[in-house]
């Protein structure tokens, strides 16, 4: 009787953990855009109220078909929650939502043949639970093995992965029946029990500070990255300079300052129009990154102009560095379309054991940009603080 009255405490507990988590989630769509993402999470919420309002029914009535209902229904709002995981980690595509479509369809159906052919409870039960072990496999992969996974992910994962454990241990009876009135028996119970538990638990626990590790990744990307061209932005930039020159002033090793400019882009906007102007600007970002290591730093700094810090390069490092991207523009075709453009560069070698401002690095390789398109543009100009230079030549 105690077992029987704590059973009931813990589907109470769970009901109005589900319907206070659905009705959170009514009162943030009423105010913000109504997302896929949580639609679907919505819809497994209220598809899980009713099937713990049927299982707390049947504690107290003797209802036929109830066992059938909780099993489909089950596995319908499984199938909506893990749609909203996949689409919350953006791997929800077309293909995987017909996969998921025929697969419970067809489980759906063979359920509902064995519940005809047969209606015993544990049989129906063990099917149900094999059934729930395969929709969750394709979850498990994505959040433990998914290249470049947070630690929320795989620890998800593999509290997934143990659901998949208990549904797998209690659909063995399929094939091994453990002996009745066994304590092997009453353990698998246990277990089932636990297995289903934790689900729920992860489906909104886990769901939610995911979506909230989702929506800060997105906020930092967006504070990070320039959105045209997808490179760091001047003030992510700016951040990440700075302890890479206070580490070579501490050291007293050599890196360079490169301020790029898009020769005649104003032309190019007036010519072909600003989404072609779009178009040349991700171009170059692109070509630009190509010829960087993985130790340099390559920013927007606004409009057509950008930066480049070159770790522990000196000046004879810098200058080809600064030809090679130089060159790297001039056979530049958009969407098959040749459109060759320019760019000027001015840039700056320190090897200092003071820190030199990151400010002042700027307006030293301003001026010598500036030498650079007063010279003609499509060229390189060194600066130094008390003037500029242009490059040597190189055979």
Known sequence: MAANLDFKTLLACLFFGN????????????????????????TAKIIQLV?????????????????????????????????????????????????????????????????????????????????GALVLVYPVYILAWKV?????????????????????LRASGLFYPPPQDSPLEDWIQVFFYIGIYLQMFLGTAGFMLLSREQSYAELERVATYDELTGILNRRAFVLRARPLIAAAAKEVTPFSFLLLDVDHFKQVNDTYGHDTGDKVLRDFARRIESQLGNGDLFGRFGGEEFAV?????????????AERLRCSVLDATIEGVSLPYTVSIGLITIVSGERVPLNTLYKLSDTALYQAKQRGRNCVVRSREHGVREPEARS
């Open 148 to 168: 470049n996974k947070t630690p929320l992910q795989e620890i998800m994962g593999l509290l997934y992965g143990l659901v998949i454990l208990v549904l797998v």
């Open 19 to 42: 319907f206070f988590t659905a009705l959170l989630i009514l009162a943030y769509r009423s105010r913000y855009p109504k997302d896929g993402t949580s639609k679907l999470f919505l």
């Open 51 to 131: 099937i713990l309002t049927l299982l707390m029914l049947r504690e107290y009535y003797e209802l036929r078909f109830a066992l059938p209902c909780i099993i489909l229904l089950n596995l319908a709002g499984g199938t909506a929650e893990i749609f909203a995981l996949l689409k919350l980690l953006g791997v929800y595509t077309a293909r995987v939502k017909n996969i998921y479509y025929v697969l419970a369809g067809g489980v759906s159906i063979c359920l509902l043949v064995l519940y005809c052919l047969r209606p015993e409870t544990g049989m129906l039960i063990d099917s149900a639970a094999l059934a």
């Open 309 to 321: 810090l070159l770790h522990r390069a000196d000046e004879e490092e810098s200058d080809e560095a």
